[in-house]
């Protein structure tokens, strides 16, 4: 995703997942006011002015001013890209899956995204932290299946 946004002429300061309830993940941008877009597993790809966060704690943007972008949860990055560039945009939160899906094929999707163009790679999805932080969510998770 950051290689797609940098192929575009936007510039990446910094960028960080956090493996929890529900997964997100950051993006800062630079700027003379920093934006930040965010992805989490429910609602996808959007953007707004930054306003905290780091790896660890949930970023926060302004809200009034937050753009969806994408059409999926996990769209191409150079579809979520050219959306940003282009200041395309859902005119409300999408809801595509809930946190607690268990086996829908987006873990395999995760593994597979863009994970050989930033710092993270694919080492953050085979790390013992990715580990240890997901385990205990997805057990409980599919116990919760299993019990429905």
């Known amino acids: 995703m950051a290689t797609a946004l940098v192929q575009q002429g936007v510039q990446v300061t910094d960028l960080w997942p956090d493996p929890c309830e529900p997964r997100d993940a950051t993006i800062k941008l630079a700027g003379p006011e920093p934006l930040a ?9 959007r953007y707004a002015p930054y306003v905290t966060g780091h790896r660890g704690v949930r970023t926060k943007l302004v809200t009034s001013e937050i753009t969806y972008i ?8 150079w579809a979520v890209a050219r959306d940003f560039v282009t200041e395309a945009s859902r005119p409300a939160p999408p809801s595509y899956r809930s946190y607690l899906d268990f086996a829908d094929g987006l873990d395999d999707q995760l593994r597979g995204y863009d994970t050989g163009s930033h710092p993270y790679g694919r080492e953050l999805y085979d790390s013992l932290e990715y580990t240890r932080l997901i385990e205990p969510l997805l057990a409980r998770t599919h116990r919760t299946a299993l019990a429905a």
């Open 70 to 77: 994408g059409d999926r949860v996990l769209p191409a990055p």
């Open 37 to 45: 877009l965010v992805w989490d597993e429910v609602t996808g790809w």
